[in-house]
């Protein structure tokens, strides 16, 4: 309240022309200067002032590029489970330069999940997926697959 009423009484005689207010000028001038009020020189501030620019810009770009990773794995998903494509998903990856790939780590473990995927589509996947048949079944399957290469290896070979 005492500094209102000072800066109302200093301003009123600045207004009469008796210039009492010299000094609050030279108040206000310093700290209407940036780079006196953090006490560096100037060069020394614009130099701050570059790094911070610089370090923002670092930073907008590596979460940039996180989201983008994040959007490329989400937008794997969808087309492993045959979801439906998300656009600002696309729009993300298209703001990081298309150079997005996913991230090492997640990499392996889609990588993991194709192994394991081809593996049961391979022989041994299918002999897993027999145990889950019953028994008659694989019974007859083989006692027809034996008698159909016999009939064919009799037509074959005359000996027999």
Same mark, same amino acid.
């Given at each position: 309240?005492?500094?209102? $009423?000072?800066?109302? !009484?200093?301003? +009123? *005689?600045?207004?009469?022309?008796?210039?009492?207010?010299?000094?609050?000028?030279?108040?206000?001038?310093?700290?209407?200067?940036? @780079?006196?009020?953090?006490?560096?020189?100037?060069?020394?501030?614009?130099?701050?002032? %570059?790094? $911070? !620019?610089?370090? %923002?810009?670092? =930073?907008?770009?590596?979460?940039? +590029? %996180?989201?983008?990773? =994040? @959007?490329?794995?989400? *937008?794997?998903?969808?087309?492993?489970? =045959?979801?439906?494509?998300?656009?600002?998903?696309?729009? /993300?990856?298209?703001? @990081?330069?298309?150079? *997005?790939?996913?991230?090492?780590?997640? =990499?392996?473990? *889609?990588?993991?999940? /194709?192994?394991?995927?081809?593996?049961?589509?391979?022989?041994?996947?299918?002999?897993?997926?027999? +145990?889950? $048949?019953?028994?008659?079944?694989?019974?007859?399957? @083989? +006692?027809?697959?034996?008698?159909?290469?016999? /009939?064919?290896?009799?037509?074959?070979?005359?000996?027999?």
């Amino acid at each position: 309240m005492a500094f209102l $009423m000072k800066s109302m !009484i200093s301003n +009123q *005689v600045k207004n009469l022309g008796f210039g009492g207010g010299s000094e609050e000028n030279k108040e206000e001038g310093g700290a209407s200067d940036p @780079a006196a009020a953090q006490g560096m020189t100037r060069e020394e501030y614009e130099e701050y002032q %570059k790094q $911070m !620019i610089e370090e %923002k810009m670092e =930073r907008d770009a590596a979460f940039t +590029q %996180k989201k983008a990773e =994040r @959007a490329c794995l989400r *937008v794997h998903l969808r087309e492993k489970y =045959r979801l439906p494509k998300s656009e600002m998903d696309e729009n /993300q990856i298209q703001m @990081a330069g298309d150079d *997005v790939d996913l991230p090492e780590d997640l =990499r392996k473990m *889609v990588n993991e999940d /194709q192994e394991e995927e081809e593996d049961k589509d391979s022989i041994l996947g299918q002999i897993q997926n027999l +145990q889950n $048949m019953d028994l008659d079944t694989i019974k007859e399957k @083989a +006692q027809a697959t034996f008698t159909e290469i016999k /009939q064919t290896a009799e037509q074959k070979c005359s000996v027999m």
